[in-house]
Every structure is written in C-alpha cells, then in structure tokens.
C-alpha cells in the first residue's frame, strides 16, 4: 500500500485541478468547440503479464449457479489485465485533466451484473452523478463501493441487488478521493474499477489497446494513462487546430503496484474436493 500512495501522488495532485470541483468557478462548461483536435494511439504493456487470480468456488455461495463460469477445475478467475500476446493492453484509461470547457458532457456508465461478472472490468465515473447497476443474475448480490486514498479505504455505498434488478447510485466521493472499486460482499472475485473523470476527454482502451478522443480544444494538455494495478503515465500533449496528434503509451510490468500474485500452481482443495461436486463451466471457460 506504501507504493499505492508514492505512485498515485503525482495523480491526485493533477486531478485535484479538474475533476472534484469545490467551487462553481472550476466547474466544467460545455460550449461549442471550433477548429478542434483528435487524439488517438496505443497503449502496450512490455514485460510477464501477472497471472490472474483465482478463487475456488467452494469458498463462496451459490456454486453452482456461479460455477457456470469457471476454469473447469472448480476455480473463478479474476482477470486484471487484459493483455494481447502482441502487448496490447485493454482496459486502461485514458483522460486528459485541465479542459474547462469543450464538448457536450453527456455521460452515465452502467456497471452490468451477469454470471457473476462485474462488467466492464475498468468504468470512469463523475463525481456528483448516478451510476447504473444491472443484474441479470437469478440471485442476490450485495454491491459495495469505496474510495481509495493513500492507505485508506471509505465505504461509499453498499446495495444488495435483487435477482434481475436494476438499481440507481449516486457517485459522491470524498475531497481529494479520486479511485472507485466496486466489489460483491458475498463473491469477492466480482470486482470493478474507475477513476474520477471532470471532462468528456476520455477513453478506455480496447481489447487491440487503442483509444481516440475527438473534439479536444486546442492547447497544452496533460494526459493520464491509469490502469488500478499499475504506476500512471503522464504526457504533456499539444493539440492543434483541426489535426489529429499521435501517442503512445508503454507500461512496464515491473511497475505493478501489488506484487505479483502467486501463480498458485496447487490447491488444498484439490486432494479435498470429491470431483464429482466441482461445478463443471457451462457458459464460459476462462483462461
């Protein structure tokens, strides 16, 4: 945890300019923008990909519904890292800080529940807004969610959701908060991640590592690259009028912020489960 607040420092300094506002004047405008700018590149990550992490069902409720998503060995796998054998890595935030004003700022993520998998993995979030959570899952799931700041974590809500709901949250984080986790109180390999955003200037990488942000005003800009489990990147960028200006952005994995997780190659459950009981994956094998 030391290492979360050395690494995230340089982050909660630069967010604290745009992204929580405590005054109307540092709020953001939206306005027409002329003579605009295009962003896009890639994000890659160099380096042993850490493995996921695994939770054997047996330790949970609800094996067998959630077991339809396993690895067919009685484990759930939580993927944190969506990396293509090329390097490319998905998921990762992209957000510029510092744009008073620009583009419409039209934005409400829903957070999607279904075979006991918190969809997407990595969502943004606006502070003083709603977020929408949608089960499709015939059973209850109690949705928590907190803050993160240096070594402390705050409860921000905590909703169970009944078998295909849909539940409305408010965001509404902290001073100088700017990290959002979404977890289940009852299947602790169900879990989510944002990051405070103050202007549509966003994008999450997809799965080839690519992002595009559009309709930038121009100007010097800094620019976060943020994945939960890494060191950020920070590039200063100049946008121009109507051009579109290239970046790229490569993580290291020997900057992971948690050290690596054990590759846990054997189980005590493994000489203690009758096979006959483990829940064999129907929907989904992850790998």
Not at 90 to 98: A, D, E, I, R, T
Not at 131 to 142: E, N, T
């Amino acid at each position: 945890m030391k290492k979360f607040s050395l690494f995230y420092g340089l982050i909660f300094v630069l967010l604290s300019f745009i992204c929580l506002p405590s005054s109307k004047s540092w709020a953001y405008e939206e306005e027409r923008v002329t003579n605009a700018g295009t962003y896009s590149g890639k994000v890659t990550l160099t380096g042993t990909v850490p493995p996921p992490r695994r939770f054997h069902l047996i330790t949970f409720p609800n094996m067998e519904y959630c077991g339809t998503v396993s690895d067919g060995k009685g484990d759930r796998l939580l993927r944190e890292f969506e990396v293509s054998d090329k390097g490319e890595f998905g998921q990762v935030v992209v957000l510029f800080v510092g744009v008073p004003k620009g583009k419409p700022f039209e934005y409400n993520p829903e957070i999607k529940i279904e075979n006991c998998l918190i969809d997407p993995f990595i969502a943004p979030v606006r502070n003083n807004h709603p977020i929408k959570l949608i089960s499709k899952d015939p059973i209850v799931h109690d949705v928590q969610a907190y803050t993160l700041k240096d070594d402390y974590t705050f409860a921000m809500f905590n909703k169970p959701i009944k078998p295909n709901a849909t539940e409305i949250k408010n965001v509404k984080f902290r001073p100088n908060h700017y990290i959002f986790r979404i977890q289940c109180g009852v299947h602790s390999y169900m879990q989510n991640w944002g990051i405070a955003i103050g202007n549509p200037y966003f994008a999450v990488t997809g799965s080839d590592g690519s992002f595009s942000i559009s309709e930038i005003p121009p100007g010097e800009y800094d620019v976060i690259a943020w994945h939960p489990l890494m060191k950020p990147i920070v590039h200063h960028v100049t946008i121009s009028s109507n051009e579109s200006t290239p970046d790229s952005f490569d993580f290291d994995s020997k900057d992971v912020i948690v050290p690596y997780h054990d590759l846990q190659t054997g189980y005590r459950f493994d000489t203690a489960l009758i096979p006959s009981i483990i829940p064999k994956s129907t929907v989904l094998i992850q790998h």
